[in-house]
């Protein structure tokens, strides 16, 4: 069990901006711990209908629209959903007044003593947080799983605060954490016990001035760990093994590459076909690559990741090898939708940038017709041109960002566009041969045409559904 001080935030009049997700989990924990709360967002009443009808009114004030920058005005403090610019100048005023602005995690995390197992990465947080929680779950471990994936962290601070206040034992053993940049922006104290970062990649640039900074907000997840906690490293991303020095934790790595050397407690690597770990000590089997259903070198990473927080909080071997090797993979993140007169339909819309859709062009071994297209993040698009000439048979693109797609890629192979997704799978239907695999990896951003990258990847399978055997 970590230390963790006692928080009081009772009377204290806080406000929650940006009512997502999280924002409203925030609101019912802060309620809970006996705040002031108002809940503030830029979008007017009638576009948050649906999320409002989940906020007590009578207990929460409510600022939305025009106006709602007002709510900072009084607030003792500040707590953001991951979407909102943690350097907005309305909270840059805040923090001049001496108002503390944190990250919804932060403040879930000050209620909390259960160690936290939290992973970061460009890609493959949410796969990999999955494969932990599963095996917490085959292990009979009590265990939270979510924060940037799924149920928001303060979901589990409220049930903890709750178990606290009636003299229960803490409900959890352990907290399965997916943390994402924007989240560690404004972190102050929060400690995980063991903490990853998979990979760091060009993404977000439309948020951050340089991938320098990009990086500097993901290592912020190591900040407050000590000699007594762990910390997990890439050794295959330069970017990633570059901080093993800069960290107080122990340290642990994987590798598809290479051992794991000297200067490190162990960790997880790939020898041939073998995933093996060093983490309990001595050399041991996890499985074969060859077993795993999952597709793609970066998901053999994220197994090795998965597997080395199992081992290190004791897991059986078996149960590690067991959940690996029947994992199926989430769903929109290279999930096989069908198979039909030989080619596969394979959903990624999960591949919201560039370096996600060439971890997919990469782990697929046939040849392949790419849908892409979207809404540009800031991506640079010819870094796909040499996978695209070597993997890619035809692309189809949809939405905004189809010029930027086009110029990019011609040359590398034939393109055509689509006025819409069901158009784009409709075409590579009619065009692929048996043995091919129509891809879904935009490597963009979903709004343009869709609610979001889940609504993309459920339109994507509804069209393969409705193709005629």
Not at 395 to 409: C, N, R, T, Y
Request: aromatic share 6%; proline share 3%; net charge negative.
């Amino acid at each position: 069990m970590l230390e963790v001080e006692e928080v009081d935030l009772s009377g204290a009049q806080v406000t929650v901006l940006g009512l997502a997700r999280s924002g409203v989990a925030a609101c019912h924990l802060l309620r809970e711990a006996g705040a002031r709360v108002t809940v503030a967002d830029r979008k007017d009443e009638v576009e948050l209908a649906t999320v409002l009808r989940t906020v007590d009114r009578n207990s929460v004030q409510v600022s939305v629209g025009s106006q709602y920058e007002r709510s900072l005005d009084r607030a003792d403090l500040v707590v953001i959903s991951p979407g909102v610019p943690y350097r907005m100048e309305a909270l840059e005023h805040v923090r001049r007044r001496g108002v503390q602005v944190i990250s919804e995690l932060e403040l879930a995390s000050r209620f909390l003593s259960a160690p936290i197992l939290a992973v970061t990465g460009t890609n493959g947080k949410s796969t990999t947080v999955t494969l932990i929680g599963k095996m917490l779950a085959e292990q009979g471990k009590r265990a939270f799983v979510g924060g940037n994936l799924g149920t928001a962290l303060s979901e589990a601070a409220w049930t903890t605060l709750q178990a606290k206040k009636q003299g229960k034992p803490d409900p959890y053993e352990y907290l399965a954490v997916e943390v994402s940049s924007f989240q560690l922006e404004t972190i102050d104290r929060f400690h995980p016990w063991a903490a990853a970062i998979l990979n760091v990649t060009v993404d977000h640039q439309d948020r951050y001035d340089s991938i320098d900074e990009y990086v500097a907000a993901k290592r912020r997840i190591f900040e407050n760990q000590t000699s007594d906690d762990f910390a997990l490293f890439n050794l295959d991303d330069p970017r990633v093994a570059n901080l093993k020095s800069t960290v107080q934790a122990r340290r642990l790595g994987f590798s598809r590459t290479q051992s794991i050397g000297a200067g490190f407690d162990g960790g997880t690597y790939l020898d041939g076909d073998e995933i093996v770990t060093t983490v309990a000590g001595g050399r041991q089997h996890i499985c074969r690559k060859s077993e795993l259903k999952i597709i793609g070198h970066h998901n053999v990473e994220n197994v090795m990741a998965a597997a080395t927080y199992a081992a290190l909080w004791g897991c059986p071997l078996d149960i590690i090898s067991r959940v690996v090797t029947a994992f199926p993979g989430l769903e929109h993140a290279l999930e096989l939708v069908r198979e039909r007169r030989g080619v596969r339909f394979v959903n990624d819309s999960k591949g919201t940038n560039v370096d996600a859709t060439l971890k997919a062009l990469e782990g697929i071994e046939r040849p392949i017709w790419l849908i892409a297209g979207g809404r540009d993040k800031g991506g640079d698009f010819s870094r796909l041109t040499e996978a695209i000439r070597r993997r890619v048979k035809h692309v189809v693109l949809i939405g905004e960002a189809a010029p930027l797609l086009k110029a990019a890629w011609t040359g590398a192979t034939t393109i055509s566009e689509a006025e819409s997704l069901r158009g784009a799978v409709e075409w590579a239907a009619r065009e692929a041969a048996a043995g091919d695999v129509v891809l879904m990896s935009p490597a963009c951003a979903s709004f343009d045409m869709f609610q979001d990258y889940q609504d993309r990847g459920r339109q994507f399978k509804s069209a393969v559904q409705s193709l005629p055997e």
